[in-house]
């Protein structure tokens, strides 16, 4: 069973940082590519970034040198960290997971319940 629960959103300032977290069941961390989508009030849903199993990664252009994936497969949480952060990125962000390595697909699979982040000029 698919089970994806996210913490650590919350509001900042431009340029300020903020950590998201996903804890996952052992089936999920084992069987799907992990990442995360956004999506702000009235746009469209948008994959931010992926990891693969062995840690191979890929990232949306709008958030390359500032977004950071990670996981830690011992205890099972799938980690996005966010520097540098704009106003744009503002949006309910969701932990993903899904059969397709590609940001693209994030939104398409099993999903969380959202995290709410917020980033003020």
């Known amino acids: 069973q698919v089970q994806l629960v996210e913490s650590g959103g919350g509001s900042v300032q431009a340029g300020g940082s903020l950590r998201l977290s996903c804890a996952a069941s052992?089936?999920?961390?084992?069987?799907?590519?992990m990442g995360w989508f956004r999506q702000a009030p009235g746009k469209e849903r948008e994959g931010v970034a992926i990891?693969?199993?062995?840690?191979?990664?890929n990232y949306a252009d709008s958030v390359k040198g500032r977004f950071t994936i990670s996981k830690d497969n011992a205890k099972r949480i799938l980690y996005l960290q966010m520097n540098s952060l704009k106003p744009e990125d503002t949006a309910t962000y969701y932990c993903?997971?899904?059969?397709?390595?590609?940001?693209?697909?994030?939104?398409?699979?099993?999903r969380g319940q959202g995290t709410s982040v917020t980033v003020s000029s």
């Open positions: 993903a997971a899904t059969n397709v390595f590609a940001v693209w697909a994030l939104s398409t699979g099993n």
């Open positions: 990891i693969d199993i062995d840690g191979s990664t």
């Open positions: 052992a089936y999920t961390f084992g069987t799907y590519y």
